[in-house]
C-alpha cells in the first residue's frame, strides 16, 4: 500500500475515534454512548491495521492479532453493555409505572 | 532471646497482652477480668522491678526491630526512662485497682479495660522509646487507646469532649510528625542520647534546628496541656475517674511533659538548647501557663475541673524546670514528673471517691465531708497541701529544687512565678479543705449510696491511701538514696558536661 | 519445579474456577473457596522466586517475544499479587459467608462466584503480564468483571452505577489501547522490558504517553476522573465494594508506574511529574472533603478511596527524584498495601452494618459498638490505618514518603501528607464517634454471620499488622532493582 493511503486511513482511524470519544462523554441515552464506544473502538482498529500495512513487503501479523482480539473484547463489552441498558430500561420503566399509578 | 530483650518486651507485653485478652472477655466475667488486669499489672511491677535492678547492676537493656528501610523500632532503659516506667507502673497497678471498684456493675467494662490496659502500654513504651521514631509511634498510640476512655460513658457530652480531644491531639500528633521527619531529613535518625544527639547539625542548621525546637514544642505541648493548647484537658473531664486520674497523672499529660524533658535533654542537649536560646522562650511559655491555669482553677466550682486546671498549672512545672538552665532546675523538674504524679492521682482518687459515694461533684457541696469521709479526706487534704508545696511533702521538694535553680541560673523571675502560683494553689485549695473539715455537713448528701464496712468501697479507699503516703514519704525521705529525688539527681548529674 | 513455570498457574487457578462456577453453580461456592484459598501460597511461592532470583519470566506456549506472550513477575507485581491473595481470600470469605446457608442459591450468588474469580483471574494476569497489550487485554477482563459484578446487587441505582463504570471504564481501555496502537506504529515493540530502549521523545511517543496516562486515570478514577467511583463502589454489594476499592483500581495505577518509569521515563519531565502529583493532591483535599460530607456510610468510604488514590499519585514526584528511590517506592507500595486490607475491611464491615441495620446512613451507627462489636473493631483499626497512625502500614508508608519528600526539599507534597491525615481523621471519627453512643436494645435488628464480622476484622488487623514488617515489601523491591522490568 502506499504511504499516502496509509496515511489516510490512519487519519481516518484518529477521527473516528475522536468522534466515538465525543460521543460517549456528551450523549446521555445508553443506547447512544455504546454506539459512540463501538465507534471509538473502530477509529483504533483502523489505526492498527493502517499501521500494519506500512512498510514494504507482506503486513505485519501482530496489529492485526491484536485487531482480533481487540474486537472479540468489544464484542463481549457490548454484550454487557446492552444487558446493563436494558436491565435499567425496565428499572427505569418499572419505577415510572409506580410513579403512574 | 537475651534477657535484656526479655526484660523489656515484658514490661511492653504484660499490658498488652492483658489487654488483647480483656477485649475477649464476655461482659459477664468479672472475676476473670479482674484477676487478669490486677495479674498483668503486677508482673509489669515484677519487669520493672527486674529492669531496676539490671540497670542498677550495669547491664544495658537495649533492642531494636526494623520495620521498614530506615525505619526502626528500638527501646532501652537510660535513666529517664527507669524513672519513667517506674511510675506508670506502679501507678497503673494502683488506678487498675481503683478502676476496677470504680466500674463495679457499669456496662462495658471489658472494652474500657481492654482500652486501659493499651493506654499504659503505649505510656511505658513512651518511657522505653530509645528514638524518636519509636516515641512518636507509642505516642500516637496513646492518642488512639484513650479516645475510648474518655468517649466511655456515650453521652453526646462525652462525644463532644472526645472529639475536641481528638481534634487537639491529632493536630499536635501531625506537628509531631512533621518535627520528627524533618529533623531526619535533616540529622538522620535520632537516637536519644545524654546530652544531646545533634552533633555537628547544630553547626550547619542552626535556624532550622530553632524552628524545628518550637514545632516540637507544639506537637507535644498538646499533651502535655501548655496554653494555649490545653482546651481539650478540662473538657475530656467527662470521662470516668479512673480516666482522669490516668490522663493527668500517668499517661497522657505526663507523656507530654516527658516528651519535653526528652527534646531538651536527650534530643538536643539541654547546653545546646541553652546556646540555641530556645530556652528561654520556652521557660516564659511554662511560666505563663502555671500562672494562667491557677486562676482559672481558682474560679472553678466543679471539682475535676479545678483538678484539671491545676494540672494545667503543675505540669508545667516540669517543662519549667527543664527550660532552667543548670542541674538544679532540671533536678526539681524531672522529681516533679513524680511527685505530680502521685499527688495528681490522689486528689482525683479522693474526688472520685466523693462523687462515687456521696454524688458530690462541686466545691460548693463539700461542706462537712470530712466527717463522713475522713480517710478520703485525709488523702486529699495531703495531695492538696503537697500541691501548694508545704514542707515536708512532696510538692515542697520540687518547687525548691527549681526556686534555686532560677536563681542559680539568674531567672530571678521564675521565683516569682513560683511564689504567685504557690499563692493562688493555696488560694483554690485552702477553701476546700476548710470546707471539708470546718464546715458542718448537710442533712442529706445528693445521692449517697450504700457502702458497707469502711466509708467507701475498699478498692476505691486503698489507691488514695497509698499513694498520699507515697507524697508524704517522698517528701520526708528525700534525701534518702530510694526516693524520686536521688534518680532525678543521678539523671541531672548526667545531663551536664563535667 | 521453578518458580518460572508457576507463573501462568496465577490466572489459571481463578480462572478455571471460574468455569466450574459458571457450569456448575452447586459447585460455585466450593469452587470459589478452593480457589481462593489456593492462590495465597501460590503468590507466596511467587514472591519466594521473586526474592531468589529478582525476577520471573515465563514465555507462554515457549514463544519469546515479540511474537509470544511474556508472563513476567517482579517485586512490585510479587507484592500486587500477594495482596490480591491475601484480601480476595478475605472477602471470598466475607462473600460465602454473606450470602444465605448452602441448599438456598440466590440469583445474585449464582452471578457473583463465577465474575468475582474471573475477575481474580484478570487482576492476577494483569500483575504478571510483560507487555503493553496483554497489560489491555487484562484491563478490559478486570473491568467487565468489575462492572457485571456492581450489576448483581440487582438495585436501579446499582445498574445505573454499573452502566456509567462500563461506560468510563471502556473508553479508557481504549484511550490505552490507542496509546498502544501509536506506540507499536513507533517502535515495533509491545514488551515494556524492551520498549524502554526504544521509546524516543518524539511526538508519537509523547502522544501514545498522553493517551495511555488519560486512559489509565479514568480507569483509576484519579481526580477529576474520579466521577464514577463513588456511586459504583457505593451501591455493589459489600464484598464486591470491597475489591473495587482494594484491589480494581490499583490494577490502572499499577501499569501508570510500570509506564512512567519504565519506557515513558524520558519522555516525562519534572513539570509532568509535578501535574501527576498536583492531580493527586486535589484528589486528596477533595475526596476527603466529599467523605466529610456523605450521608451514607458507604458514599463515606468510597470518597475515602478517592482520596486515598490521590496519596498513591504523590508517589511518583516523590520517588521521581528521590536518592533512594526504593525506600520512596516501598512508602509508596506500603501505603497501597495499607489501603488494601484497610478499605477491603471497612467496606466488608460497612456490609455487616448493612446487613444488621438494614441500611447505613451514618446516624444508623449508634451502638454499633454493642451490636456487632467485632465489626466496630476492624472499622476502627482499619480508620487507623486510613488516617495513617501508627503503628500501622499506613504510619510507615506515609513517613516513608514525607521522609523521602523532605529530603528532597519537596515540602508542599508533606504538607498535603499531613492535611490528609487531619482530614482523614475528620472523617473517620465522624463514621466512629456514633460507635459508641448505647442503643437501647442489646441486639442488633438482624443477625450478621459472625465469620462475615471476623473477616473484616482480620482484614483491619492486617493494615496495622503490616506496619511492622513493611521490610518485606521493601526485600521485595529491592530484590528486583536493576532487572530492566522495575521502576
Redesign the interface.
Known amino acids: 500500500m502506499t504511504g499516502s493511503t496509509v496515511d489516510l486511513f490512519l487519519l481516518v482511524g484518529a477521527a473516528l475515534f475522536a468522534l466515538g470519544a465525543a460521543g460517549v462523554f456528551r450523549e446521555v441515552e445508553a443506547l447512544r454512548r455504546i454506539i459512540a464506544v463501538n465507534v471509538m473502538g473502530s477509529g483504533v482498529f483502523l489505526v492498527l491495521v493502517a499501521i500494519a500495512a506500512r512498510g514494504e513487503g507482506p503486513p505485519d501479523p501482530v496489529p492485526h492479532a491484536m485487531v482480533l482480539t481487540g474486537i472479540v473484547v468489544a464484542v463481549c463489552a457490548t454484550a454487557v453493555a446492552l444487558a446493563l441498558a436494558d436491565l435499567s430500561r425496565r428499572h427505569g420503566s418499572s419505577a415510572d409505572d409506580k410513579a403512574d399509578r | 532471646m537475651s534477657s535484656s530483650a526479655f526484660v523489656l518486651l515484658g514490661i511492653l507485653l504484660s499490658s498488652f497482652a492483658t489487654g488483647c485478652a480483656i477485649?475477649f472477655l464476655r461482659e459477664g466475667s468479672h472475676r476473670l477480668r479482674t484477676g487478669l488486669n490486677l495479674a498483668g499489672a503486677t508482673v509489669k511491677i515484677l519487669f520493672v522491678v527486674a529492669l531496676l535492678r539490671g540497670v542498677y547492676q550495669g547491664v544495658v537493656y537495649q533492642i531494636s526491630?526494623?520495620?521498614?528501610?530506615?525505619?526502626t523500632l528500638a527501646l532501652g532503659a537510660d535513666a529517664n526512662s527507669v524513672f519513667f516506667v517506674t511510675l506508670s507502673s506502679v501507678l497503673w497497678f494502683w488506678t487498675t485497682l481503683y478502676a476496677v471498684g470504680y466500674l463495679e456493675g457499669s456496662?462495658?467494662r471489658s472494652?474500657f479495660f481492654g482500652f486501659f490496659s493499651l493506654c499504659v502500654t503505649a505510656t511505658v513504651g513512651i518511657a522505653l522509646a530509645a528514638n524518636l521514631?519509636t516515641f512518636?509511634?507509642?505516642y500516637?498510640?496513646l492518642?488512639?487507646s484513650t479516645f475510648?476512655l474518655v468517649?466511655?460513658r456515650?453521652t453526646r457530652k462525652?462525644?463532644r469532649a472526645?472529639?475536641v480531644y481528638?481534634a487537639y491531639t491529632?493536630?499536635g500528633?501531625?506537628v509531631l510528625?512533621?518535627a520528627v521527619?524533618?529533623l531526619?531529613?535533616i540529622a538522620g535518625p535520632v537516637a536519644f542520647t545524654e546530652r544531646g544527639a545533634l552533633g555537628a547539625v547544630v553547626d550547619t542548621h542552626p535556624v532550622q534546628l530553632k524552628i524545628l525546637f518550637f514545632l516540637f514544642v507544639a506537637g507535644l505541648g498538646v499533651k502535655s496541656a501548655l496554653v494555649p493548647l490545653h482546651g481539650w484537658l478540662p473538657r475530656a473531664m467527662v470521662a470516668p475517674a479512673p480516666v482522669s486520674a490516668l490522663l493527668h497523672a500517668v499517661a497522657v499529660v505526663k507523656a507530654g511533659a516527658f516528651g519535653i524533658v526528652r527534646l531538651v535533654y536527650d534530643v538536643y542537649g539541654v547546653e545546646t538548647a541553652q546556646q540555641l536560646g530556645v530556652l528561654r522562650p520556652l521557660a516564659i511559655l511554662a511560666g505563663v501557663t502555671i500562672v494562667y491555669g491557677s486562676v482559672r482553677a481558682l474560679v472553678q466550682d466543679d471539682l475535676k475541673k479545678r483538678l484539671a486546671y491545676s494540672t494545667v498549672s503543675q505540669v508545667s512545672y516540669i517543662t519549667l524546670g527543664a527550660a532552667v538552665f543548670g542541674p538544679l532546675a532540671t533536678l526539681g523538674g524531672i522529681v516533679h514528673l513524680v511527685h505530680q504524679g502521685i499527688m495528681k492521682i490522689t486528689l482525683f482518687f479522693a474526688a472520685g471517691n466523693y462523687a462515687e459515694t456521696l454524688g458530690i461533684h462541686r466545691v460548693s457541696e463539700m461542706d462537712g465531708v470530712g466527717r463522713r469521709m475522713p480517710w478520703t479526706t485525709i488523702a486529699f487534704t495531703i495531695g492538696a497541701l503537697g500541691m501548694i508545696g508545704v514542707p515536708p511533702l512532696a510538692g515542697f521538694v520540687s518547687k525548691l529544687y527549681i526556686k534555686q535553680g532560677a536563681i542559680a541560673a539568674g531567672e530571678a523571675w521564675v521565683t516569682l512565678v513560683l511564689a504567685v502560683s504557690s499563692l493562688l494553689n493555696a488560694a483554690y485549695f485552702l477553701p476546700i479543705l476548710y470546707r471539708a473539715w470546718f464546715l458542718p455537713p448537710p442533712e442529706a448528701w445528693p445521692a449517697e449510696r450504700e457502702t458497707g464496712r469502711f466509708e467507701t468501697h475498699w478498692m476505691l479507699l486503698l489507691p488514695p491511701l497509698f499513694t498520699a503516703l507515697m507524697v508524704v514519704l517522698a517528701g520526708v525521705f528525700a534525701e534518702s538514696g530510694l526516693s524520686p529525688l536521688a534518680w532525678a539527681r543521678i539523671i541531672a548529674g548526667r545531663e551536664y558536661g563535667p | 519445579m521453578s518458580p518460572d513455570r508457576l507463573l501462568f498457574l496465577l490466572p489459571l487457578v481463578p480462572l478455571l474456577a471460574a468455569v466450574v462456577a459458571f457450569v456448575a453453580p452447586g459447585w460455585s461456592r466450593r469452587a470459589g473457596l478452593a480457589a481462593a484459598t489456593a492462590m495465597p501460597p501460590l503468590a507466596l511461592w511467587t514472591a519466594m522466586g521473586v526474592l531468589e532470583s529478582g525476577m520471573l519470566s515465563l514465555p507462554l506456549g515457549g514463544w519469546t517475544a515479540p511474537l509470544g506472550i511474556a508472563l513476567r513477575a517482579d517485586g512490585l507485581s510479587a507484592v500486587m499479587v500477594l495482596a490480591v491473595a491475601v484480601v480476595g481470600f478475605f472477602i471470598s470469605l466475607h462473600a460465602a459467608a454473606s450470602f444465605p446457608g448452602a441448599g438456598v442459591q440466590t440469583h445474585r450468588e449464582r452471578f457473583f462466584w463465577p465474575l468475582w474469580l474471573l475477575l481474580l483471574a484478570g487482576l492476577n494476569a494483569l500483575f504478571v503480564s510483560g507487555d503493553v497489550f496483554n497489560l489491555y487485554v487484562c484491563l478490559e477482563i478486570t473491568g467487565i468483571a468489575a462492572v457485571s459484578l456492581v450489576a448483581t446487587a440487582g438495585s436501579p441505582d446499582a445498574i445505573r452505577a454499573a452502566l456509567r463504570y462500563l461506560f468510563v471504564s471502556l473508553s479508557g481501555s481504549l484511550f490505552y489501547l490507542m496509546g498502544v496502537a501509536i506506540l507499536y506504529g513507533g517502535t515495533g515493540v509491545l514488551d515494556l522490558v524492551l520498549l524502554v530502549e526504544v521509546v524516543a521523545g518524539d511526538p508519537p511517543a509523547i502522544i501514545a504517553c498522553l493517551l495511555m496516562t488519560g486512559g489509565l486515570m479514568m480507569k483509576t478514577a484519579l481526580f477529576p476522573m474520579h466521577f464514577w467511583l463513588p456511586p459504583a463502589h457505593s451501591s455493589a454489594p459489600a464484598p464486591v465494594s470491597a475489591a473495587l476499592s482494594a484491589l480494581v483500581v490499583k490494577g490502572g495505577l499499577y501499569i501508570l508506574l510500570r509506564l512512567w518509569f519504565g519506557p515513558f521515563a524520558d519522555l516525562v519531565g519534572d513539570g509532568a511529574i509535578q501535574w501527576i502529583g498536583g492531580l493527586g493532591a486535589a484528589a486528596i483535599v477533595w475526596g476527603s472533603w466529599q467523605a466529610i460530607h456523605q450521608p451514607r456510610l458507604k458514599l463515606v468510604v468510597a470518597y475515602s478511596t478517592v482520596a486515598q488514590l490521590g496519596y498513591l499519585f504523590l508517589l511518583f514526584p516523590i520517588a521521581w527524584s528521590a536518592a533512594d528511590r526504593t525506600a520512596a517506592f516501598t512508602g509508596g507500595v506500603v501505603l497501597l498495601l495499607s489501603h488494601a486490607t484497610a478499605k477491603a475491611a471497612v467496606f466488608l464491615a460497612a456490609g455487616n452494618v448493612l446487613a444488621a441495620v438494614g441500611n447505613d446512613r451514618v446516624p444508623s451507627l449508634c451502638g454499633l459498638s454493642r451490636w456487632l462489636p467485632v465489626s466496630a473493631f476492624a472499622m476502627g483499626l482499619a480508620g487507623v490505618a486510613l488516617i495513617g497512625l501508627p503503628p500501622s502500614a499506613g504510619f510507615i508508608g506515609k513517613w516513608l514518603l514525607v521522609v523521602a519528600a523532605l529530603e528532597q526539599g519537596q515540602w508542599w507534597w508533606v504538607a498535603v501528607l499531613l492535611l490528609g491525615s487531619v482530614l482523614a481523621a475528620v472523617y473517620i471519627i465522624r463514621l466512629l464517634g456514633p460507635a459508641f453512643v448505647m442503643p437501647d436494645s442489646d441486639q442488633p435488628p438482624n443477625p450478621v454471620s459472625r465469620i462475615a464480622e471476623w473477616t473484616a476484622f482480620a482484614l483491619a488487623a492486617l493494615s496495622v499488622l503490616l506496619g511492622f514488617v513493611a521490610i518485606w515489601p521493601a526485600r521485595l523491591l529491592a530484590a528486583s532493582v536493576g532487572s530492566g522490568f522495575s521502576p
Open positions: 477485649f526491630f526494623t520495620v521498614a528501610p530506615g525505619v456496662p462495658r472494652r521514631v512518636l509511634v507509642f500516637e498510640l492518642t488512639i475510648p468517649v466511655h456515650g462525652a462525644l472526645g472529639r481528638l491529632v493536630g500528633g501531625t510528625l512533621l521527619a524533618w531526619q531529613s
